[in-house]
Structures are given as structure tokens and as C-alpha cells.
């Protein structure tokens, strides 16, 4: 203690709070402990999630209520439990979703309808939307369809795709139906079956508010009454309650850090290693959370959160004439887009200005505004304008004819932190449009923010015309300049941006002022209307969606293969009661583990100091690649990585030892403090490029060819050549890798706990590692929250790592990754280049292709010679008769990529539609012209020598251009594009096909075990992880059918390596096939064992038959499968998925922004295990690409530091991102032989359809170059991120940059 120095304070004051109607006081609140750890840890409530600990996933999502003294009512808000320190919640109520319902008492509403919706795949996120949901309904019991996409602004679902959860909740707002139709499973113009729903609404439980928990009376209690102090281990948090004690505080403590809502010191402290020994709070202080009006205008104390600033400022809206609140306009829209609603109900605004980030998005405004801030310390008082100094309150002045606009640019629209930002301000002279004043400033074109006064300067007395517009940009274009190796990047795009967002501004005055002076009798040029959609503010549309399946026909409604059956963890997902691998409860004697990896990519490592790290209290051991007792040598295919570096680090992020420690904030704490020293080796291969330089690839290069390729090319009207490069991806599961090791003590046994897809790959490799026979270690495998491939075979390292730190310290341990450790150590998607040359007819036909890929793998093989699956999609749907195709595996130093759903595929398709794409810019004919004169037919045979038997991409072809209206929505796009100057539309069509099978043989293969208890109960295990794909469920359905009992018989409790042996991952879409067949093999086999049972007893039950229990274990293999490279022959694939999907955009040409306006996807999945389940993977599927293609960027320095780590930097599709409107159909009466009761796997193939959207945005900006007389093929690398959007829609803009700028 900081006070009087012993272990525990008697000064320190209790935390006193009401959690989930429990009293909990705790003595001793320890100031560095968050709500989050608070809640898991101490109280065992592990429904709520960690999924990121920077306020970016929502995972962890908790509804905070208290008295608010000042409005004296009782507040309900949702906030980020990760960032919440314990201590702030003196005297608040903290609702969990445990605290709502559960399924042993009664479930609540907001539980139910995203369960009964299909809303909840893995279920990691479910709870924190559940909450985010709930903390709406408490505030606003019907809310609008608005209200609702704001809530979740905060929460994020790598799953889903958002739309079912939407579609769930749609069912609490004001009008149910008010955009499109919900799950409906409408006639298609051919079909005779009867529409079915996939969830019947009308079984929905009422919401009823007056059953909600009341609040506690014990908090009605205005706060604080007198000083609060929590002293703890290192840090001392005081509470004052008035500006008289803060002052007073500050004084005797300069270095004291204030805070507010901890969502800057909280980041800091956690993730920038900065420590602060005395926190004041001064939240409760009266004079900091005012909101008074003034002479002056307006005046808001620092204090008062973003939530209550909006609400003021949207209710002065509404009460005052409209000139004078341009400003709280601007501010409104800049909290629009600010963070999340969990971030804003707690983030102050004095938090925001004292931050002084360079890309603060209210410090522009403010500046432009000309606000000013009143800064105290004991004894004094300034007031002065803001310029990113000290503030405890701000002030603004709104005068007439003053317009204001404030941008922002983000990569993401929703929760992201802006790339540029700015506010503009100018005031005129009376009945005129000279200008008066000017103020524009700017965030993120310098390490704070900027006023352009130059720029400003020389508009002075100048009439707002055409001439001004040219001078300002001009003048900006040389004034807002950025060094070419400025920090974040992006140079030219920001200076882009700059004059880009000035000409909004300059069009809006425009347009305002002309309105205004001519009620004056004035009369001034307005914008002209194709340009007015430059001035529109973006929105966010309510979604609409069409589901489409073929209903299970009549008579067959026992069948419950077919039927949209909810998954079956769904309800325990959302009560917070499903069990993910960190929920487990912690052992008396367990131990935490935290990582220490390296900082160099490439490098010697010369010592390791462990002496400050082992003085941390609370650590045991320091483990590193002595402490292995089997080999450290490890892989999943071939042994060529280590589980701990022992002399060389060979990328950032390899793991050279862990700590071991009584917490998980001592362990990490200790492995920061281990100091490495190093000698860096060269070469330091990062990109794609430099492997290429120094010919750094793992062997063998790969090559596949058909036909006279040379002959082809000589047969050519025309030859091109092209590039592309795809960006890597982060699988983004929400939850992190995690491992729990109990060594059992006998025989050297060790239990493993483990969120991975490979049980029998991790019981393999740790068993290696412990030196001990595999059959020492059982691998169990609950459930995952999420998986993709990312934890297929990285999460082995983690597990092993783990499992070798408790054989060493003879206890269980426990490590869950914090995901900037996740995703600096894991690897993602593979980047991809790709060159071509394409030999085309004049009518669009492909004759020859030659195309050579390359992969950028990291440092070990992993899987990468696996994603030669993009040599066998390089042709992606197409039939070209000579083609030559070249893959290289690339080695650098980057932490090794893996397998992400589709593994290869997406990538080598992409590249092929980019070429496709080329040809038909080339030729000036419509692409989807193209695309479907050079697509395969049925019986056609691919590059790999596969016949394409029931080739279904017509039929999805046809239908899905019936389904989107193609047609008639090209004219409405094109004229649009012939309307509108600087937003434009583009569409797209894009088929896939894509191979179902590992393309490592001896994978396909799977075992099910089948236990039949004499209850007639029946324990179904088989090979494959649940991971939010709903296999469990579909294979409960198989069974079920199989044996001809209700699903509500069988179980399945997990995936283990003692019941079910030697398994595959669950990967490459394949597991309900290879698990479906050895379950309906064992199921099978079990019957006819039961058979004379039967017809000894034909008028029995299933109950009676089982008195004789048999219990079964089969397996299975994908018979006839196999390539070889050499020889171009055999089947790589058991079959093909196929779908299309046409998608529509419209981009922002200025800013490069764009919004889904709609798809349209037709999926052959044979005939639909579980439709619900199948939509739901396509949908998620769908999404997932989306991000791929349009928004993930992994982003890298030269010398291979990864920079995003997390959500705050990287921007997977958040809720706003789906498709405005949305239609997905399910092929019809398309049975697939090749697989269990006639079904396809669907895991991986839709998620190449959203390269649809990228290839609309190519199209609009297409449109959008033709303005600048630029035609023909034109390079866009993915992901089609604004930048890239805007630097291609080159205009007079791009060129005033360019031309300064020397680009
Ligand atoms: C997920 C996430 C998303 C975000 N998105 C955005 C975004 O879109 N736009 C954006 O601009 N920012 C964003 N931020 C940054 C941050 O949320 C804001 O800057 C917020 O306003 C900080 O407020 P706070 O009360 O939480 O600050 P705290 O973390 O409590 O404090 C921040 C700083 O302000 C100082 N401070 C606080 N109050 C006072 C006071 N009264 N007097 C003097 N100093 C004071 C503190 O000492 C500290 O240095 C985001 C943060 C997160 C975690
Ligand atoms: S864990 Fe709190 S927001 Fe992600
Ligand atoms: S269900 Fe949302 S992250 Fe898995």
C-alpha cells in the first residue's frame, strides 16, 4: 500500500456494489483489476467473454446501473467489462448475462429470440450482444431498427454475419417488418413446396419490462459523499468528490493520472506497458459534469460522458433554430462514428481532448469552433482556445450565417479510429458569400491536430466560388504535406483526403448558402445536382433479407435431417452457461502461463535475463527449451519449428520461453520484465517480394498444366498482363487460443483442455514434446469459440508450450492468449501474388493462361504446401484449354501462416477473376458476358484432369440473376452512374467452384464411437469439434435419423482423444461428410446388431431393444482420392460446391468509402443437412470474405513487427458492413451422391462469393475513372480498402496531390 505501506491497506476503503442482486463487498479492491477478471476469476460468472481487453469486440459486454445524482434518476448503460476498473463501480448495480435468465430458471427474451433466430454459431460473442440488447430494452423498450445497429456498434461476430442476430431483434422493434422480410422462406417460381419458416417468431416469449430486476435501493445514494481510496499491490486509487479535493490531490500528487473512463490509461496501461502509481477519479465530481448554457453558448464539464453529450446536444438540436447549432450538429456526427456505445457511455470528453491523439475525432471540431478550455490546477484558472492542451471544460459559440462540417475517414465506418478527420468552419459577411472567417482543421496529418491557417489565410474576403475552391486546393495540397515515411502510412490517401473533404465542405456551403441568401433576395451558383451526392452524410440503412431453402416436403416432417434445427448449444450460448475452455474452473493449485517472444524477426539470441522478472511476487518458473524433456522439435506435417527457439529467432513473435506465476497479471507482468539481447542476422524477409529477391521458397514448387499453352497464346487476338497481390487475414476467433494442462501424476498422464480443431494433432505433438507414448496424453476438446483453421495446427505450439510448463512445475496450468499475443504468434491467411499473361479472343474467349502464384508462408511449412489448393482454384469456374500454373511457397520471417477457411482457394480464384476482369475491360464487353462464355460445363474436365460431373454453376447462375434482377439492375446502376458525378454504383457477378476433400489424402478419413446406455440414452462422439459450424448438431440429426430415435436421445459431450482415436482436424468443409459416413456406418452396424432384438420383440421401443448394450466405433475414409503432381493424374477432390453471387455497391469517389447495397447468393449445398446451419455458414462465410476482400489488412513494419493486434487496428466486418439487402437461396434439388444422405459441405466455398463485392467496387470505380476519360484494365489489389478505392478513382484531386507530391 502506497499509504502505509503493508500488503493490505487498513486506510483502503471497500468496494460496495450490487452484482447480478448479490451484495459483494470487497475489501481490498485492487485498482489494476478489471470488472472483467473480477467477475471471471473471483465471482466464477464466466459468461461474460474476453475476447480482446481493448474495448473492441463487445465480448465482454455488461450492463452497468446507478443513480444519477445530478439528473436524479436511475441510469442503465452497457460497458466494457475489460476496461472497467473495479473500483469505478462503487455504489453501481452490474447486471451479467447470468443475472437475466438461464436455461435452469427461465430464459430472457434477448437469450432466446438470438438463439431461436440462429443468431448464435460459436456463441463467444453471444453473450455481449445479449447484453448490448438487453442494456437497449432497459433504456428503451421498443426501440427502432437504428437503435438497434447503434447498440451493437461495439460488439463484433466472426461467425454469423451479423443478419441473424438482426433479424432476431428486429422482432422488439417499434415495426417488425419495417425493411424486407424476416427468414422467409418464399416461393421460388418453380417450386411447388410449401414456404417454411426457419424459426417460428410466434413461439417467441413476450418481452415483459415491468418483470426486470428493479434497482438495488442501497444504491440510491448520491456519490461520493466523501473521499474514496482503494489501495492495492502497486497502485492507489482516489476518488475525490469535488474539484476542490482534485485539485487539492493533484497538488500533493503531480504525477497522479486522472481518469474517467480508463479507455485511453486502460489501453495504455495494459498494452503500452505504462504504469501510473496514483489514480485520481473524478467522475462523480458535481462541477465536472455539468451541462449549462452560457452567454457564450454551451458549457460541458470533462467529466460528462460522450453518451450524455449526445443526448444534450441532440435535444438543443431539436429546441433551436438550426444556424445556431451547426456545431452540435458536427459534433453529433463525429459521436456517431465514435467508438462503440459501450466505449461512449463511459469515455469523457475531457478524456478525449487531454488524450491530445493526433486522431482524436472531437479535437478538430473543437478546434474549428473556435471552443475554448478552462484549465485549473490548484489555485488557478485558464481559460484559452483549444489547441490540444489541458482541459476541464469547454465552451462554444455558434453565430449566424456560420456553417460547420466535421469528417471522418476510417477504414471501417463503424468503431475505427479515423485515418484523417477533420472540422470546418466559415463564417460569411452579411448577405454575401465573401468569406468572413475560416477555420479547418485537421486530425491525423501530424502528431496533433492541425489548423490549416495558411490555407485559411489566403480565402479571407474571397467569394466561396469555383476560384476559391481552386486556391484552397492548392493551397492545402502544399500546406497539409506528410513526409513519404510519415508514421501510419497511407500518405498519399491522407493528402488526398484533405483536399477531398474540403470539397465536401465547400459543396455543402455551398449548397446552405445559396438556399440562404436567395430568402434574402441573393442569389449565388448551388451545387449542381450530379455532384449533390458528395454532400449526403453516410447512413446506415436498416437491413433486409430473404432466406430461401427447400423445405423438407410433406409427409416427411419426421425427418429431422432437413429440418433448420437451432444449434444445439444455441440456448446455453446466450445464458452464458455453455463451457469454453478458459470458463473451466480454475484448480486450488493452478498456475498461469504468459509468453516470452522475441522482438526481432531474425536473429541471434545471446542471453536471456530472467532476474527481474522472477522478482515479480507471485512467480515460479521461468520455462524455456531446457525445460522440454522429449524434443523441441515440432510441426504438424513436418517437424521444422521449435516449441521454444533455443539459439535463433526466426520472426517477431517467436516464442523463446514462458512464466509461470500465480496470476495471469503476475505472469504477464514477469514476462515483460525478461530481457532478451540479441544479434540480428540478415536477410530480414517480410513481404512477398523480398522472398522473391532472395529466392527464400520451401520446396517443391508446384505446377500443373493442360493443353499447348505456347499454341494458345499464338492462337490469341490478344495478349495481357496483370498483377495482383491479396492481403493475409486474421482468423479473428473470438476466442483466443487457450490451454489448461492438469499433469495427472501417475505414469507420466497429462490431461489437456484445449480450444483446437487437431485433438489427436495436439495429443501427437505434446506426447513428443513430454517424451511420453501418445496414449499418456487425452486431448479434450469442449467446444471452440471459433476455429477457421486458425487453431487446426497453430494452436499446438501454445498447448505444448503449456503442457511442458506443467510437467515441469508439477501443477495444472492455464494460458488464454490476450489477442495481441494471439495474433502475433498464431500467423493468418496466407498473403497471395499472383502474375498472369492471358491469350483472349476479341469476343472475350480465354484461350492460354500462364499464371504464377506465390504464398508468403512465415517461418515454418505448417500446412503451406496444403494451399497448393490455389493451383487446383486457379481456373477458379472457367474452362481454359492451355494453362500453365506455378506455385511457390515462400519463406520469410513472419510467424507461420495456416489454414483459413478455404485455404488457398479464395486466393488463386481471386487472382483468376482478376484476369477475368482484365479481359473483359479490355475487350469493352459487360464481364458477366465474359465470365459466362468461358465458364465449364457439365462433364468439361479441369486443368487437374477432374471431370465435372453434376456441375450445377448454371443453374446457380441463372437463378441467382433471377434472384438479384440483374438485369434490370444493371440499367438502374448504369444510369445512376450517368446521374451522379462522385458517388458511383458497380455490379458483379462471381461464380465459384470449389474442391471438397484435404488435399493430404490420408486426412480424409473419420471414426465415430456410439454408446447406447440402457436408459435407451445414446453418447455420440466422433472425430470432429464443434467450433460454432453447428457440426454436433448436424450429426445429432444424422444419428438420429440413422437409428430412427428423437435428437432429444442423443448427446454428444465432446471431442476426445480416448474415445474417438487418430482423427483428422476439423477442416477443409469436410467434417460432416468424413464424420456424417462413420457415424451412419456405426449407426448402422448398431442396428443390424439389434435386429433380432427387434424381431424378437417387434412391438417393443427403441428403450427395450437396448437392454443389450452394443456400443460402436467406426470409422471412415473418402474412398478413390489422390493426385499426383507429376503426373497430372488422379482426384484430388471427392466433388465440387458451387454457388454465385452478384453483388451491388455504391463507393464514394472522394473518400473511397463504400456501402453493400446488395447480394444475392445462390449455394449449392446438395441436399441441406440443417438449412438454418447451412444459411447460417454461407452468410458467415460470405462475411468473412467480405473482410477479406474489402477490409482486413495485416499491416507490417520492414522489419516484420506486426501492427495490428488487435481490433483498435484491425477491422474484421462489424454489423454495419452486411449487405443492405440480402438474399440467400439454397439450391433446389441438387442431391450429391458423394456424400452423407445426399448433402455438401459448406463451410469454405461461399466465402470466395464476396469477391462479387470487390469486383462491383471494381466496376464503380471503373464508372468513376471513365469521368477522367481513364479506360481499360487497371490494377486493384485486395482488400479494396478505401484507400485503394479513392487513389484509383483518379481526378483532378489525385492529380493536385500527385503533382505536389511528386507521386
Ligand atoms: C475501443 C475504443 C475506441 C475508441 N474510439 C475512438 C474514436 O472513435 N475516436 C476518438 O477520438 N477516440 C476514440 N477512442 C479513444 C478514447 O476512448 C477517447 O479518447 C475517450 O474520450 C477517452 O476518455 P476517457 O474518459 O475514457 O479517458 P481516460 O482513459 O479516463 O483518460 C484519458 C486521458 O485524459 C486525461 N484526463 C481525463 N480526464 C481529465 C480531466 N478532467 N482533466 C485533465 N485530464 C484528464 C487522463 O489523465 C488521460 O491522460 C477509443 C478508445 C477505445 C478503447
Ligand atoms: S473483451 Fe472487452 S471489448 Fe473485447
Ligand atoms: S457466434 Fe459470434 S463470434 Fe462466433
Redesign the pocket.
Known amino acids: 500500500c502506497l499509504m502505509c505501506f503493508t500488503t493490505y491497506c487498513q486506510y483502503s476503503h471497500n468496494v460496495f456494489s450490487i452484482i447480478n442482486s448479490v451484495q459483494i463487498t470487497e475489501k481490498n479492491a485492487e485498482p489494476e483489476k478489471t470488472l472483467l477478471t473480477y467477475l471471471r476469476r473471483n465471482l466464477g460468472l464466466t459468461g461474460t467473454k474476453l475476447g480482446c481487453a ?3 469486440c463487445g465480448a465482454c459486454t455488461v450492463m452497468v446501473s446507478k443513480y444519477h445524482p445530478h439528473q436524479n434518476r436511475i441510469i442503465h448503460y452497457a460497458v ?1 467489462a475489460c ?1 472497467a476498473p473495479l473500483c469505478s463501480l462503487h455504489h453501481c448495480a452490474v447486471t451479467t448475462v447470468e443475472g437475466i435468465g438461464s436455461m435452469a430458471s427461465k430464459l430472457h427474451p434477448v437469450q432466446e429470440r438470438i438463439a431461436k433466430a440462429h443468431g448464435s454459431q460459436c456463441g463467444f460473442c453471444t453473450p455481449g450482444i445479449v447484453m448490448s440488447m438487453y442494456a437497449l430494452l432497459r433504456n428503451n423498450p421498443q426501440p427502432s431498427m437504428h437503435d438497434v445497429q447503434e447498440a451493437f456498434q ?1 460488439n463484433l461476430c466472426r461467425c454469423t454475419g451479423y443478419r441473424p442476430i438482426l433479424e432476431g431483434y428486429r422482432s422488439f422493434t417499434k415495426v417488425t417488418t419495417d425493411n424486407g422480410c424476416c427468414m422467409t422462406n418464399e416461393h421460388t417460381q418453380d417450386s411447388t413446396l410449401p414456404a417454411q419458416k426457419l424459426y417460428d417468431q410466434s413461439e417467441f416469449m413476450p418481452l415483459d419490462p415491468t418483470q426486470e430486476i428493479i434497482f438495488p435501493p442501497e444504491l440510491m445514494v448520491k456519490q461520493p459523499q466523501r473521499e474514496l481510496r482503494f489501495a492495492g499491490e502497486r497502485v492507489l486509487w482516489i476518488q475525490p468528490c469535488s474539484l476542490e479535493e482534485l485539485l487539492e490531490l493533484k497538488a500533493t500528487y503531480p504525477n497522479a ?12 496501461m495494459k498494452f503500452k506497458n505504462l504504469f501510473y502509481p496514483v489514480i485520481l477519479a ?1 467522475a462523480y465530481i458535481p462541477e ?1 459534469n455539468i451541462i449549462q448554457n452560457t452567454q457564450d453558448g454551451i458549457q460541458v464539464g ?2 460528462v ?2 453518451t450524455v453529450l449526445g443526448d444534450v446536444l441532440r435535444a438543443a438540436v431539436k429546441k433551436l433554430p438550426a444556424h445556431q447549432t451547426e456545431v452540435f450538429k458536427a459534433v453529433l456526427e463525429q459521436l456517431r ?4 456505445q459501450q ?1 461512449r457511455n ?10 491530445a ?1 493526433p ?5 478538430p471540431v473543437f478546434m474549428a469552433a473556435s471552443c475554448k478550455l478552462t484549465v485549473m490546477s490548484k489555485g488557478t484558472t485558464f481559460i484559452f482556445p483549444v489547441q490540444g492542451s ?3 471544460a469547454f465552451h462554444d459559440l455558434i453565430q449566424n450565417t456560420e456553417y460547420f462540417s466535421a469528417f ?1 475517414q ?1 477504414p471501417r465506418k463503424e ?4 485515418i484523417v ?1 477533420c472540422g470546418m468552419n466559415v463564417f460569411f459577411k452579411e448577405q454575401s458569400n465573401i468569406v468572413q472567417s475560416i477555420r479547418i482543421s485537421y486530425g491525423g496529418m501530424a502528431p496533433v491536430t492541425v489548423l490549416a491557417t495558411a490555407t485559411c489565410n489566403r480565402l479571407l474576403n474571397r467569394q466561396w466560388n469555383e476560384e476559391l475552391l481552386e486556391e484552397a486546393c492548392t493551397s492545402l495540397a502544399e500546406e497539409m504535406s506528410l513526409s513519404p515515411s510519415a508514421p501510419g502510412g497511407m500518405v498519399t490517401y491522407r493528402r488526398t483526403l484533405t483536399i477531398s473533404l474540403f470539397y465536401k465542405f465547400f459543396l455543402n456551403v455551398q449548397h446552405k448558402l445559396s438556399l440562404d441568401l436567395l430568402k434574402e433576395g441573393v442569389t449565388v451558383e448551388d451545387v449542381r445536382p450530379e455532384y449533390a451526392t458528395a454532400t449526403e452524410l453516410f447512413q446506415l440503412d436498416s437491413p433486409s433479407s430473404v432466406q430461401l431453402y427447400q423445405a423438407v416436403p410433406p409427409g416427411y416432417s419426421d425427418d429431422v435431417v432437413g429440418q433448420p434445427i437451432m444449434h444445439l448449444s444455441a440456448l446455453k450460448q446466450a445464458t452464458g452457461e455453455a463451457i469454453y475452455c478458459d470458463d473451466i474452473p480454475c484448480y486450488e493449485n493452478e498456475l498461469h502461463l504468459a509468453l516470452v517472444t522475441s522482438t526481432k524477426a531474425h536473429a541471434l539470441i545471446k542471453s536471456i535475463d530472467t532476474s527481474d522478472a522472477m522478482a515479480v511476487p507471485g512467480v515460479v518458473a521461468f520455462i524455456s527449451a531446457k525445460d522440454i524433456p522429449g524434443s523441441n522439435m515440432t510441426g504438424p506435417v513436418v517437424y521444422d519449428e521449435t516449441v521454444f527457439a533455443d539459439d535463433k529467432v526466426t520472426c517477431v513473435g517467436h516464442i523463446v520461453g514462458a512464466i509461470v506465476a500465480d496470476t495471469q497479471a503476475h505472469a504477464q507482468r514477469a514476462a515483460k520484465a525478461v530481457k532478451i539481447s540479441y544479434e540480428e542476422l540478415q536477410p530480414v524477409i517480410v513481404t512477398i517480394q523480398d522472398a522473391i529477391a532472395n529466392k527464400s521458397f520451401f520446396q517443391p514448387v508446384r505446377s500443373i498444366e493442360r493443353g499447348d499453352v505456347a499454341q494458345g497464346f499464338k492462337d490469341s487476338d490478344h495478349i495481357l498482363h496483370g498483377e495482383m497481390h491479396i492481403g493475409g487475414q486474421e482468423q479473428f476467433y473470438l476466442e483466443t487460443n487457450c490451454t489448461l494442462a492438469v499433469p495427472r501424476g501417475e505414469d507420466g498422464e497429462m490431461e489437456l483442455f484445449v480450444s483446437t480443431q487437431s485433438a489427436s494433432k495436439t495429443q501427437a505433438l505434446v506426447a513428443k514434446a513430454l517424451g511420453v507414448s501418445a496414449n499418456r496424453v487425452v486431448c479434450r476438446v469442449k467446444r471452440m469459440g471459433g476455429g477457421f483453421g486458425g487453431k487446426e495446427s497453430r494452436s499446438t505450439i501454445l498447448s505444448t508450450v503449456v503442457a511442458v510448463a506443467a510437467h515441469t512445475v508439477k501443477r495444472p496450468v492455464r494460458c488464454m492468449l490476450d489477442r495481441d499475443e494471439d495474433m502475433l504468434v498464431t500467423g493468418g491467411r496466407h498473403p497471395f501474388f499472383g502474375h498472369y499473361k492471358v491469350g483472349y479472343m476479341n469476343n472475350g474467349r480465354v484461350m492460354a493462361l500462364e499464371v504464377t502464384l506465390y504464398s508468403n508462408a512465415g517461418n515454418s511449412l505448417d500446412l503451406s504446401l496444403s494451399v497448393s489448393r490455389a493451383l487446383f482454384h486457379m481456373d477458379n469456374s472457367y474452362n481454359i484449354p492451355n494453362i500453365r500454373a506455378t506455385g511457390y511457397v515462400c519463406k520469410t520471417n513472419l510467424p507461420s501462416n495456416s489454414a483459413f477457411r478455404g485455404f488457398g482457394g479464395p486466393q488463386g480464384m481471386m487472382i483468376a477473376e482478376s484476369w477475368m476482369s482484365d479481359v473483359a475491360l479490355s475487350c469493352g464487353l459487360p464481364a458477366e458476358e465474359v465470365r459466362r462464355m468461358n465458364m465449364y460445363k457439365e462433364g468439361d474436365f479441369t486443368p487437374f484432369s477432374q471431370r465435372l460431373d453434376n456441375f450445377t454453376i448454371d443453374r446457380c447462375w441463372e437463378e441467382c440473376m433471377q434472384l438479384s434482377d440483374f438485369n434490370k439492375r444493371k440499367d438502374a446502376v448504369e444510369q445512376y452512374n450517368r446521374q451522379h458525378r462522385w458517388t458511383k454504383r458497380g455490379l458483379s457477378i462471381i461464380p465459384t467452384k470449389f474442391g471438397i476433400s484435404f488435399t493430404a489424402v490420408f486426412l480424409n478419413q473419420a471414426g465415430a464411437l456410439v454408446l447406447v446406455y440402457s436408459d435407451g440414452s445414446v453418447l455420440l462422439t466422433h472425430g470432429g469439434t464443434e467450433m460454432g459450424q453447428g457440426l454436433h448438431t448436424k450429426m445429432v440429426q444424422v444419428a438420429s435419423k440413422t437409428l430412427g430415435i428423437p435428437c432429444s436421445k442423443i448427446h454428444i459431450t465432446e471431442t476426445s482423444t480416448n474415445t474417438v482415436p487418430n482423427t483428422s482436424p476439423t477442416a477443409a468443409s469436410a467434417s460432416s461428410d468424413l464424420n456424417g459416413m462413420a457415424i451412419y456406418n456405426a449407426c448402422q452396424t448398431l442396428l443390424q446388431r439389434l435386429q433380432p432384438y427387434k424381431d424378437k420383440n417387434p412391438k417393443g421401443c427403441w428403450e427395450d431393444w437396448v437392454r443389450i448394450i452394443i456400443n460402436f466405433i467406426m470409422f471412415y475414409r473418402t474412398p478413390d482420392l489422390g493426385y499426383d503432381f507429376e503426373t497430372n493424374s488422379g482426384r484430388p477432390f471427392n466433388y465440387f460446391s458451387y454457388g454465385v453471387a452478384v453483388s451491388e455497391v455504391e463507393i464514394d469517389c472522394l473518400t473511397g468509402s463504400h456501402k453493400n447495397l446488395h447480394t444475392s447468393i445462390v449455394m449449392d449445398v446438395g441436399k441441406s443437412l440443417n438449412p438454418a446451419l447451412d444459411i447460417g455458414q454461407v452468410e458467415g462465410g460470405f462475411m468473412q470474405g467480405l473482410g477479406l476482400f474489402t477490409l482486413e489488412e495485416l499491416r507490417y513494419s520492414p522489419d516484420g513487427y506486426l501492427y495490428t493486434r488487435g ?2 487496428m484491425y477491422k474484421i466486418p462489424a454489423f454495419g458492413d452486411i449487405p443492405i439487402e440480402l438474399k440467400v437461396s439454397l439450391l433446389r434439388d441438387a442431391p450429391n451422391e458423394k456424400a452423407i444422405f445426399s448433402s455438401k459441405a459448406v463451410g469454405e466455398p461461399p466465402l470466395f462469393l464476396a469477391a462479387s463485392v470487390f469486383y462491383a467496387i471494381k466496376d464503380a470505380i471503373t464508372a468513376a475513372r471513365a469521368e477522367s476519360n481513364l479506360t481499360g484494365p487497371f490494377r486493384l489489389d485486395s482488400p479494396a480498402t478505401p484507400e485503394r478505392i479513392r487513389n484509383a478513382c483518379e481526378d483532378k484531386f489525385t492529380k493536385l496531390v500527385c503533382s505536389n507530391f511528386h507521386c
Not at 462514428?337 to 462503440?340: E, L, P, Q, V, Y
Not at 486522431?359 to 479535437?363: E, P, V
Not at 468503431?415 to 479515423?418: G, H, L, P, Q, V
Open positions: 481493448e474495448g473492441g466494457n476496461l461495439g493520472k486522472l481518469v474517467v473512463g480508463n479507455t485511453e490509461v486502460g489501453i495504455e473524478p465536472l470533462a467529466s460522458t460522450l462514428w465514435f467508438a462503440g466505449i463511459v469515455a469523457a470528453v475531457g478524456g478525449n481532448i487531454m488524450t491523439s486522431i482524436s475525432d472531437l479535437n489541458k482541459v476541464v471522418k476510417s468503431d475505427d479510429i479515423a478527420t481490433p483498435g
